[in-house]
């Protein structure tokens, strides 16, 4: 009896004790973090009115992302590497043992130097978007070139490009798409909603209500992305689209029908991706539909050069799509296959050749300057549809706006043509919403801007006659330059 209770209060005591470590050290890393949020000039606040996201603000997402996600994705990169290592040898050889041990610390490094907050890097070697970046980040200001005091987007993008980096040096790694197994993944267990989407969708007619519910699959589906939403989409998603309504704070797919019903033919419409999986299926079924309804006789695919904020596709995922489809035992998806290698053959489906612009880290405002012709390009279609978060961070300029503000706006300038975007909210930058819905929103839920969870179709029109006229003028810069 006595020494039950002496083991009690033995256990007591060492729980006390525990607990109280536990304090302590909580305590101390508050301490640690307020001297380094001091020494790097990390406030406690939100992003101010107009300025752009940096993880200088505390009271952001940025900040959230900066100082936790995306150490943690570097980490989970590691151990992913780790685990997958006979796997990569396999295919790889035996040489990428070494190669992965070395590419595993210098992650490693890069992690730290997030952590620490370290001054950003020019690269070396000579890869095709080098010097461009290097330029760039001589360029920046001394209080914008680190993780945190640096905008956002610039942080964001740096991460991917170093991490990019890392593996090109390797001997045996350096064509490999670390995030393809993933991708790959995450497109095969979505077969049987894709489907049940096809024959769902299947020979729809050409109608605004058609028109509309295509673009809000494509919206919707922008909810699976692998950075921030992991998990697989439901079998019923085409059922749910009709509960996904409330979700959706802005919707101008009605002005985008007018769009693309009043273009002057040829009429092409350009999608620049975002993710692979189930949203890349989706944008090719939007594609089809396009072509089929005759609202498009064209439709071009922009993809990422290098492998991007885990699951943004690129040439080689979006190849991979299209014979995954053609070859699948499951007969409508095959047919579906079929029908888009018929359509990449007549041409109806271009995948533009690899530009490097939407792996920079420069917004779109400055697209006229540094890249005339890729402006002047997307200026032939009637339309551009921007697809995800990344993208409309990349229109608005990563700028905290008025969430009121109209879109074309923000733009400040870019306007190659009528610009649409479907995004599904998942960080704190908004504009185009209606008086008061911030507010009500964050009253629900502090967090929900960042769950993808809400959504919006917006566009900016561009009027015809003023576009040709800048086209030209373009145009004319652009030669008389060379
Ligand atoms: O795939 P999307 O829609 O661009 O969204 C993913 C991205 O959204 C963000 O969480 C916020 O913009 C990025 O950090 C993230 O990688």
Redesign the pocket.
């Known amino acids: 009896m006595l020494s039950d209770k002496m083991d009690q209060s033995t256990e007591m005591t060492s729980q006390t004790d525990i607990d109280s470590v536990v304090v302590r050290s909580a305590a101390f890393k508050q301490t640690e973090d307020l001297a380094f949020n001091d020494r790097h000039l990390i406030y406690d606040i939100a992003t101010k009115a107009r300025e752009e996201l940096s993880g200088h603000f505390q009271r952001s997402?940025a900040y959230f992302?900066i100082k936790h996600?995306s150490p943690m994705m570097v980490a989970e990169m590691v151990s992913f590497l780790h685990d997958n290592e006979p796997k990569i040898m396999e295919i790889f050889g035996a040489y990428a043992h070494f190669d992965l041990k070395r590419i595993s610390w210098s992650l490693q490094l890069l992690r730290d130097e997030i952590k620490e907050n370290h001054e950003f890097k020019v690269f070396q070697g000579k890869a095709p978007d080098s010097e461009a970046w290097n330029q760039f980040i001589r360029n920046l200001d001394e209080d914008r070139n680190r993780w945190f005091s640096s905008v956002w987007l610039h942080a964001?993008c740096y991460l991917y490009r170093r991490i990019w980096a890392i593996f090109r040096r390797s001997d045996t790694l350096s064509s490999y798409d670390y995030f393809a197994q993933k991708k790959i993944d995450a497109t095969t267990s979505v077969v049987q909603l894709m489907s049940i989407v096809i024959t769902g969708m299947r020979g729809v007619q050409r109608s605004q209500e058609n028109f509309q519910r295509m673009l809000k699959l494509a919206l919707w589906s922008?909810r699976c992305?692998l950075?921030?939403n992991k998990e697989a989409p439901s079998e019923e998603f085409l059922m749910l689209m009709a509960d996904y309504e409330s979700d959706l704070l802005v919707d101008e797919s009605g002005d985008i029908w007018r769009v693309l019903t009043e273009a002057w033919d040829p009429v092409y419409v350009d999608i620049v991706c975002?993710?692979a999986g189930f949203e890349l299926f989706t944008d090719l079924l939007l594609a089809e539909y396009l072509i089929e309804a005759g609202l498009a006789c064209r439709v071009r695919f922009h993809v990422k050069a290098i492998p991007w904020?885990?699951?943004?596709v690129t040439k080689q995922d979006f190849l991979w799509m299209l014979n995954f489809l053609r070859r699948h035992e499951i007969a409508e998806i095959a047919s579906f296959g079929r029908r888009l290698r018929r359509f990449m053959r007549n041409r109806s489906i271009i995948l533009c050749e690899t530009c490097y612009f939407w792996t920079s880290p420069h917004d779109y405002s400055q697209m006229k300057n540094l890249l005339p012709c890729l402006y002047v390009s997307l200026s032939e279609a009637a339309l551009v549809i921007f697809k995800?978060?990344?993208?409309y961070?990349k229109l608005l300029g990563d700028i905290n706006w008025e969430y009121t503000s109209p879109l074309i706006d923000c733009l400040r300038g870019f306007l190659p043509t009528s610009v649409c975007a479907l995004?599904?909210i998942?960080?704190d930058i908004y504009c185009g919403l209606p008086t008061c819905m911030v507010e009500w929103l964050t009253e629900e839920d502090r967090h929900w801007m960042r769950t993808g969870k809400k959504g919006v179709i917006q566009v900016a029109i561009m009027h015809r006659l003023s576009g040709d006229a800048l086209v030209e003028d373009l145009q004319c810069k652009h030669h008389s330059k060379e």
């Open positions: 997402f992302t996600r964001e922008n992305d950075s921030i975002d993710n904020f885990i699951s943004d995800g978060d990344l993208n961070r995004r599904a998942k960080s």
